[in-house]
């Protein structure tokens, strides 16, 4: 059964998809492409490019994409509730835990050993991706500077986006000479907002949480928001899991769910929109130049994402290390699935503290 399968693949996907939207995107291809056959690298790098063109949180949106072509409207939801579900499940119990303790454990120290597998689980997305969406010099030349674009600072939205119109430009010239307690509909209003209008990754969050909740409407702090956003970044799935644990500070539990609900609510609509007209997109000589494009802009992206994990791990001699045997694993068995090497990478993290280098 199509609903069943994919309510199981993305619900594992949700609760050891750590690293961030590059990182979740390479899960993804190795399960979906890689693993199960569901469709061709070339379609899942359109879903890519089409889901980097609309706002909301790109690797959800992939995760929709694929429960939308694996089984229609009830696989797309399916698939997106079953991804978003355990995140937003963890985020709330330690929002409830903050609200008593008023602090974050540290977390961080034993998610070491997430990083060095997220690092070749994105290196090897990229080996699997690079030949499908980099089909000509021009392409190439994309994907080179949205990658170097990320180390201005740019932002990855800015940096794709510039890409995108470079490269169409290029291909286009080439064919044509060749707690409180906030009211829970004002809660539902604000994150619904910001799930319509937040292009690139759920790092970006921050910025429109401290303008919508801190700035415009006082209902919590900057440290608040600081805190919430760091909850979000070491729980597994999607980040915009914090908007569970901010809706819970605001309102409790209720407070929780609707906040959950409205920033992804989105996302389901616009996948739900976008998926069936991909392929006339792709017939589309126009739009064909522009989503090689962006495809081209999404793998400088992931090559980017690599550098900042790549700085943590690598300065880090336990990760180093976890890194080499992870990566040894891979070498000898390499048809072991993403989740088997995130969980690896969990139980090696915390094995870790107890090694002294």
């Known amino acids: 059964m199509n609903i069943t399968e994919i309510f199981k693949l993305f619900f594992k996907?949700?609760?050891?998809?750590?690293?961030?939207?590059?990182?979740?995107?390479?899960?993804?291809?190795?399960?979906v492409v890689q693993e199960r056959k569901w469709m061709s690298d070339e379609h899942f790098l359109d879903l890519v490019g089409a889901t980097s063109l609309i706002p909301g949180p790109n690797s959800t949106e992939m995760v929709i994409h694929c429960g939308y072509q694996r089984g229609g409207v009830l696989g797309l939801i399916t698939a997106g509730v079953s991804f978003i579900f355990p995140a937003c499940l963890l985020t709330g119990i330690l929002a409830y835990l903050y609200t008593l303790a008023y602090q974050i454990p540290n977390y961080e120290a034993y998610l070491i050993g997430i990083k060095p597998v997220v690092l070749i689980l994105i290196f090897q997305a990229l080996r699997g991706?690079?030949?499908?969406?980099?089909?000509?010099?021009?392409?190439?030349i994309v994907a080179a500077l949205?990658?170097?674009?990320?180390?201005?600072?740019?932002?990855?939205?800015?940096?794709?986006?510039i890409g995108a119109a470079f490269g169409f430009i290029l291909l286009k010239g080439k064919d044509h000479f060749r707690q409180n307690?906030?009211?829970?509909?004002?809660?539902?209003?604000?994150f619904t907002k910001i799930g319509s209008v937040l292009f690139g990754s759920g790092y970006v969050l921050i910025a429109y949480l401290q303008d919508e909740i801190v700035?415009?409407?006082?209902?919590?702090?900057?440290a608040q928001i600081a805190d919430a956003v760091a909850i979000g970044q070491f729980t597994?799935?999607?980040?915009?899991s914090t908007s569970t644990f901010i809706g819970y500070l605001l309102s409790g539990p209720w407070g929780a769910v609707v906040a959950s609900v409205g920033i992804f609510l989105p996302s389901f609509i616009f996948v739900l929109i976008l998926n069936p007209l991909i392929p006339k997109m792709?017939?589309?000589?126009?739009?064909?130049?522009?989503?090689?494009?962006?495809?081209?802009?999404?793998?400088?992206?992931?090559?980017?994402?690599?550098?900042?994990?790549?700085k943590i791990s690598f300065f880090n001699p336990k990760a180093i290390l976890i890194f080499i045997i992870t990566a040894f694993i891979v070498w000898k068995f390499p048809k072991v699935s993403s989740i088997k090497l995130v969980s690896?990478?969990?139980?090696?993290?915390?094995?870790?503290?107890?090694?002294?280098?």
Not at 236 to 240: F, I, N
């Open 13 to 31: 996907l949700g609760i050891v998809a750590f690293g961030g939207p590059a990182a979740h995107i390479a899960m993804i291809h190795k399960e």
């Open 282 to 310: 792709r017939n589309s000589k126009n739009f064909s130049l522009l989503l090689d494009s962006v495809n081209a802009g999404a793998i400088g992206l992931m090559a980017y994402a690599l550098y900042p994990l790549g």
């Open 215 to 222: 700035e415009k409407r006082a209902w919590l702090t900057s």
């Open 236 to 240: 597994p799935g999607p980040v915009l």
């Open 146 to 161: 949205v990658c170097l674009l990320g180390f201005t600072g740019i932002g990855e939205v800015f940096a794709l986006f």
């Open 344 to 357: 690896l990478g969990l139980i090696l993290g915390v094995l870790s503290k107890f090694i002294i280098i």
């Open 181 to 190: 307690s906030i009211a829970l509909p004002a809660i539902f209003w604000v």
């Open 129 to 140: 991706l690079w030949k499908k969406a980099i089909k000509t010099n021009e392409l190439i």
